[in-house]
């Protein structure tokens, strides 16, 4: 059984070679690679042939999960693996050689934390860097990660997580959401009640590229989709913070307390804001009682930043005309 197990859903091609090679390039050995073609249109299978290492185990989907249930093959690989931590690597994205030995020593430092994060940056098609996340803490209590993510620069992406897969297990595997919209971060939150520890080095890279639903913004389905997750994430996370006692914190988490319900809102309406052109204008209405249903709801919050999410689009849309 190996220590760390990367996940690899695929069904893109065009990056795929990279980010084998960047799994395969770690400085720390004990690890292994389950790639899963997603019933790909391309010849994946050739591919991994051509590695002929045994640390790569190979399968393919007898249909395509992946296109409208991502999580349900994120699950499914979590219970092929037996490894203690797994990672969901993504097809596309690179690691730096020595991601899983920095890891390694954080998790024998940590053994009671569940979730490991590596810090990101940002990259293009053609590898370039476009943009780096904040310094986080090296270990995090479950309220100073949520400051982090709703209040700092932080890079939201799947990649860099590493879940000890029993305790995923546990909590009934990846937090299913619409095209995996924000289950990741829904996940990761979920495995904190023990912290999170967090690397200084940047030891990841997230692509964006016109190949990956990240990037995505012309496809109306997809957008429906993003628009619905958008809503369960909100419910979700307002349950977590209604589920806070206030009273048991200190005057500084309180006022973080505060500034994270201000942050996750903001992010939920301005992207129900960017999605909502995929439905007709009068279900709109649907949209906003639907966010007004779930606890800390802010009427001038949720139109300010709804109607300038709906304007930054359609005026991203005339520069690129």
């Known amino acids: ?85 797994v990672i969901i690597a993504s097809d596309d994205d690179i690691y730096q050689p020595n991601f899983l030995e920095v890891i390694d020593s954080l998790s024998l430092k940590y053994p009671y934390v569940n979730v490991l994060r590596a810090r990101v940056q940002k990259i293009d098609e053609n590898g370039e860097i476009t943009s780096k996340e904040d310094i986080f803490e090296e270990y995090q209590t479950q309220f100073d990660a949520l400051y982090g993510i709703f209040c700092g620069n932080y890079i939201g992406c799947i990649g860099n997580y590493v879940f000890k897969r029993s305790v995923l297990l546990e909590e009934g595997g990846f937090v299913n959401f619409p095209y995996a919209w924000f289950s990741d971060l829904v996940t990761a939150i979920k495995l904190m009640r023990c912290g999170q520890v967090n690397t200084k080095m940047i030891l990841f890279n997230f692509r964006l590229s016109n190949y990956n639903i990240s990037n995505t913004k012309s496809n109306k389905e997809l957008d429906r989709n993003k628009l619905n997750a958008t809503l369960f994430f909100d419910e979700w996370v307002s349950s977590y913070m209604k589920s806070i006692n206030i009273t048991q914190l200190t005057v500084l988490e309180r006022n973080q307390y505060n500034k994270i319900l201000a942050g996750y809102k903001h992010r939920a309406y301005t992207q129900a804001g960017d999605y909502s052109w995929a439905i007709p204008f009068w279900k709109w209405w649907f949209i906003y009682n639907s966010f007004r249903s779930h606890a800390f709801f802010s009427k001038m919050s949720f139109i300010k930043y709804f109607c300038i999410s709906i304007l930054n689009r359609k005026v991203h849309i005339l520069v690129r005309k």
């Open 1 to 85: 059984m190996a220590k760390y197990c990367f996940l690899t859903p695929t069904y893109k091609v065009n990056f795929l070679k990279l980010a084998i090679d960047s799994m395969l390039q770690q400085s720390f050995s004990d690890f292994e690679i389950i790639i899963s073609d997603d019933c790909s249109p391309y010849n994946v299978s050739d591919i991994i042939k051509k590695y002929n290492d045994s640390r790569i185990k190979f399968r393919r989907n007898t249909s395509n999960l992946g296109g409208k249930k991502l999580v349900d093959h994120w699950n499914l690989l979590l219970k092929e693996s037996d490894a203690e931590y």
